[in-house]
């Protein structure tokens, strides 16, 4: 069947109503007909903005990752808290849509978590980090926040006591008094793991400067 002349659909209600769908039902659940159904048209009226499933599965991923996650940022010595504000947004957004994780892992964009990177290397260089550290921070974050997020979204969610699911207190004591001790909700850990990196590649920076020229050391500031 041809597809219709003029487009039934717009393309930002069939990504909306696939996101729906995969929410709802599963993503195995998804397919061009089932999203055809699902807003009333056929099938064909879809190649109108999208040449296959798989595009409109990157548009998907897209949309999750991509909406409302850039805070405002403005350049300076606390620019670790970008990052973290970033990575926290990104988390919210995909753990709104964990059956879509699958779809993230394969189709998510690389530079979609930080903006531009030709921006991002701005912003760090006006806040005072050396450019040879910029690989090593956009990477880093990227890496760290992506693995981090998607494997807690195919997880069931847990609690402060069941970080660590299946625990058993008799054969793993000291593991069991650690969950104990632990104050951190998943959310807090999520946050404090990003917070931790970025600082760490201050202080071991920092470190390296004063190994080097300890006379003339000029420290990286990350408040």
Same mark, same amino acid.
């Given at each position: 069947?041809?597809?219709?002349?003029?487009?039934?659909?717009?393309?930002?209600?069939?990504?909306?109503?696939?996101?729906?769908?995969?929410?709802?039902?599963?993503?195995?659940?998804?397919?061009?007909?089932?999203?055809?159904?699902?807003? &009333?048209?056929?099938?064909?009226?879809?190649?109108?903005?999208? $040449?296959? *499933? %798989?595009? =409109?599965?990157?548009? /998907?991923?897209?949309?999750?990752?991509?909406?409302?996650?850039?805070?405002?940022?403005?350049?300076?010595?606390?620019?670790?808290?970008?990052?973290?504000?970033?990575?926290?947004?990104?988390?919210?957004?995909?753990?709104?849509?964990?059956?879509?994780?699958?779809?993230?892992?394969?189709?998510?964009?690389?530079?979609?978590?930080?903006?531009?990177?030709?921006?991002?290397?701005?912003?760090?260089?006006?806040?005072?980090?050396?450019?040879?550290?910029?690989?090593?921070?956009?990477?880093?974050?990227?890496?760290?926040?992506? &693995?981090?997020?998607?494997?807690?979204?195919?997880?069931?969610? $847990?609690? *402060? %006591?069941? =970080?660590?699911?299946? /625990?058993?207190?008799?054969?793993?004591?000291?593991?069991?008094?650690?969950?104990?001790?632990?104050?951190?909700?998943?959310?807090?850990?999520?946050?404090?793991?990003?917070?931790?990196?970025?600082?760490?590649?201050?202080?071991?920076?920092?470190?390296?400067?004063?190994?080097?020229?300890?006379?003339?050391?000029?420290?990286?500031?990350?408040?």
């Amino acid at each position: 069947m041809a597809r219709p002349s003029k487009p039934l659909i717009s393309r930002a209600a069939a990504v909306a109503a696939s996101i729906e769908i995969i929410d709802s039902e599963g993503l195995d659940a998804f397919s061009l007909p089932r999203l055809a159904k699902h807003i &009333g048209v056929r099938a064909p009226s879809l190649y109108h903005h999208f $040449s296959d *499933k %798989s595009a =409109i599965l990157a548009a /998907v991923a897209r949309q999750i990752a991509g909406a409302g996650n850039l805070p405002r940022r403005k350049p300076g010595p606390d620019w670790p808290e970008f990052f973290v504000t970033l990575s926290m947004n990104l988390r919210r957004s995909i753990l709104k849509h964990r059956n879509a994780a699958p779809i993230l892992l394969q189709y998510l964009p690389r530079d979609l978590l930080i903006g531009t990177y030709e921006d991002t290397a701005r912003f760090l260089e006006e806040s005072g980090v050396p450019a040879h550290l910029h690989v090593q921070i956009l990477d880093g974050m990227e890496r760290l926040t992506l &693995g981090a997020v998607l494997t807690e979204a195919m997880r069931k969610p $847990s609690t *402060k %006591s069941t =970080i660590f699911p299946n /625990v058993d207190p008799e054969s793993q004591p000291l593991l069991s008094k650690a969950l104990a001790a632990n104050e951190m909700t998943s959310r807090q850990l999520f946050e404090e793991m990003i917070r931790s990196f970025l600082h760490g590649v201050v202080r071991n920076e920092n470190v390296a400067i004063t190994d080097a020229a300890p006379s003339d050391n000029v420290k990286i500031s990350a408040n």
